[in-house]
């Protein structure tokens, strides 16, 4: 089957630029001499798993137990749960222990850290805890230099047991230039060294050490001290990324494709059939590519971006694309297909249970699942 | 099952506030003397279809063929999708006719028009086709009074037939007070029925003069003319339609169910497990409700509002909750469960396969699916 030939909305992956990315991003932890645990939030996907592991990574990262689940259903068996657990979810966690799957959990309190213990004497088992520390990002995590590091680390007790630390640095987002980004990445390996420092000064066996954003794990000069890099979006890339110069609009492997529906010349708009649900509603590339909106269009089969074109507003099934030159009449006729690089694509993948893969060519080589939900 | 022994993120379904809500719709309706068919893009669930029709709704609306198909599975058999079709979708609406489905598909285009007459021809089977009218939304749609319509209308050849027409006053979501409401339905009705009047002047025999969007269904004072109404969110309603005065927040049926993960006091913050992909990134709410962000946050067992307290920004997994009253982390501690009022039911519900739903009571009675995707 053809590209254009898909029912629409869909995704299409391009399998040439994935690999790139997954090389790129392979070579970059390489020159450190870290490991690279792939953040498999965004793509959600066991065979993409699979090439990541063919290209030397070493585990998986997850962000939700579902997806934990899916890839054990897929055979992995070295998987790091990247948001921090509550007491209910332990016997979820459990049970993937007891298929075999080396499960890191994370906390940044106590009272998970106590439950943990607690689970593992209860049940007769293993926890094996990661503490998350908050290098600058402000979401989860401890201050590496602050009293409640080694209050959380005491708490884990036999025979849960405390493996290390895990931080991200989510700020690089906020930046725009490799130089800054490095910035950002030496704090985070700053916090994480300093927390496994002070853990390792208090007596505790800290065998995991781990960073990472696709921003910082690109980017960084120097890892010393850090055992993993952990990062998810480089696999797809975006025009998030591409706003921020991680990544250029040629290495974005995830379109969405969409049909022209209507012509509203009135209003001066092409009208698509992807809209909020098809593409999501993120704005975070709004303020380095203001222009970008919710998608750049590109040519359907060939992938190439359409110069000035893109999708300006939303509705849920609707695309709006505001035309300021009439002959983007004539270039997109009703019927017409387009592929729209995504503004943030951990986000707009997960409107799809598969992604369309195409691999240098405008057929359709290959058809791959992933899975969604909690 | 009671709501808080629930895995989170979850959604959680109020039975009694969404039966209220269907009631309300279908009295505004009867009082106007046209027929509900309500747009279940919102529900997309079998169980409130059923609901619909018991007070009376007649016939569905949906805005994708995969609802269409899980509908028709679920035995709809009369059907309007409401999505400007392409000419490659055809066959799918043929498979449903097939399956004895009343289905009426929509355009405001000749190529498409032209497209469902060759269509009928070839397959010799009757497409019925409903043109998109613009009454001031400027999404997609003719103008009322332009020369587009009689043209494309003149183009639905037997054995395709033209049923009449459908607008959507989207633009009602643009105002806060019911008089401002009821002037945009007004304009609902007046561009739909002048459409209608010049169709029939030019001998065609229209039947259908569908309106609808949930502010205008609601407070319309006059439907003179309109055979239906079409609209989706009422049946939950979310913040963003009480930001406008369209509800209150205790006629809000359905919540997000998440769990507190952490607290990160240095950074003012309550960590919840229901970020970007829970709740979506739908902002807006933020005219007319600049404080709701991403979400109000209610109590998980009685489903009161906790005041000052909204989802303020998230990441893809992680909802954060600034907390401007350190009595906040009393009051939702670690592993404490909270249900969030969405901004935008459609878009929130989206991220789910199923609804938990409780019937004013902290007890799960009822699981109930519902179809996502294309």
């Known amino acids: 089957m053809k590209i254009i030939d898909l029912q629409t909305p869909c995704l299409v992956l391009d399998k040439a630029r994935l690999i790139a990315n997954l090389d790129r991003m392979q070579a970059a932890v390489d020159r450190q001499g870290v490991a690279l645990r792939p953040h498999l939030k965004t793509a959600k996907s066991a065979k993409v798993a699979e090439l990541a592991a063919a290209r030397g990574a070493r585990g998986i990262t997850v962000s939700t137990l579902a997806e934990a689940e899916y890839f054990a259903d897929h055979g992995a068996t070295d998987i790091t749960y990247a ?46 805890v990661l503490i998350e520390i908050d290098c600058g990002d402000h979401r989860a995590g401890l201050q590496a230099d602050g009293p409640d590091l080694l209050a959380v680390a005491g708490a884990v007790e036999a025979p849960a047991k405390l493996l290390g630390l895990l931080t991200h640095a989510g700020h690089s987002y906020g930046v725009d230039t490799a130089g800054q980004v490095a910035e950002i990445a030496e704090q985070e390996r700053a916090a994480a060294v300093l927390a496994a420092s002070r853990l390792r000064e208090a007596g505790h066996d800290i065998s995991v050490v781990s960073v990472g954003s696709t921003p910082t794990a690109l980017f960084a000069s120097d890892l010393t001290g850090v055992t993993e890099v952990r990062a998810g979006v480089y696999v797809f890339f975006d025009v998030d990324q591409m706003s921020r110069g991680v990544c250029t609009a040629d290495e974005i492997a995830l379109t969405v494709l969409a049909s022209v529906i209507g012509h509203n010349r009135a209003a001066n708009k092409i009208l698509l059939d992807a809209g909020g649900l098809a593409l999501s509603k993120d704005r975070s590339a709004d303020h380095f590519a203001p222009r970008a909106h919710y998608g750049l269009l590109c040519d359907a089969e060939t992938g190439t971006l359409l110069p000035e074109l893109s999708v300006t507003s939303v509705s849920q099934e609707h695309g709006h694309v505001v035309v300021e ?38 057929e359709v080589t290959d058809t791959w699942d992933r899975c969604n939900g909690w």
């Open 325 to 362: 030159d009439d002959r983007a009449y004539d270039l997109l006729p009703i019927g017409a297909k387009v592929r729209i690089l995504p503004i943030h694509a951990c986000m707009t993948a997960a409107a799809y249970d598969r992604y369309n893969v195409v691999d240098g060519s405008a």
């Open 83 to 128: 948001v921090g657990i509550t007491p209910d979810k332990l016997s979820r966690a459990k049970a993937l222990m007891d298929r075999g799957v080396n499960l890191k959990i994370m906390t940044d309190n106590r009272t998970v850290a106590c439950a943990n213990s607690d689970f593992s004497k209860a049940h007769d088992c293993t926890l094996q």
